[in-house]
């Protein structure tokens, strides 16, 4: 079995060829070249920074350095998720987080105690990604749960039609993911094990684990959200 090969420095700023091409057609069509080049050098430094960060990290092996650093990881995505309602940002944050929690908090514990069965069970190098993966999906779905409440609230609908509708929209995406894996695209996780050698058919399963663990957490943190927001509407 062969092990993927480090990628050098050098070899990786070909990568920056077509991204080239594409700043030029930015650039030719007179759009907003300098926000696409911010968002590229954002990417860069962020996962360089935290490329070096999570080394020490896991290093570190510190049951509480992974408890804050998803409390942090939690609160981000609570407020980044309600971004599409900007002036509810401040009323609906604290149901945000709660849901977030919820989610994570049940999705993760089974994925780390009973599927990967990790001891102890706060490994970072396991616990950190795989938080991140339920928090970035879930705050997607919080994210679109709240855009569509409130515009279909504001369309004079009652709370549980509102809910509904904003509950189908959040999972649209979710549900498109696991319809189209396998056939469409090979998901990253998936990709990146049977670039490292792993066999297809163990990928796969570590691929099924977090297909699930992303439907579950996405809804369970849009129904949370949906739920909690219900006694700040005026039926």
Known sequence: MTSIQTIPLNNLAYTLIPVLLVLIIFYKWQMNTAQ??????RMLL????????????????????????????????SWIALGTVRQQRGIWLRNSMISLAISSTITLSIIATAVLELSPWYQPRYIIPLGGMILANSMTSISLAAERFQAEYKNNKSYI????IAFNAAMIPTINTL???????????MTGQILSGISPFIA??????????LFASSGISAACFLVLIKSRQND
């Open 36 to 41: 696409a080049m911010l968002a590229i050098c």
């Open 46 to 77: 962020q996962l360089l920074v935290v490329g070096y960060f999570l080394n020490a990290i896991f290093a570190s092996e510190s049951a509480y350095i992974t408890l804050l650093i998803l409390t942090l990881m939690l609160f981000f995505a």
């Open 161 to 164: 039609e509102a809910r509904n």
């Open 179 to 189: 319809l189209a894996v396998g056939l469409v695209a090979l998901p990253g996780m």
């Open 204 to 213: 796969a399963r570590y691929q099924i684990m977090v297909m699930c663990m």
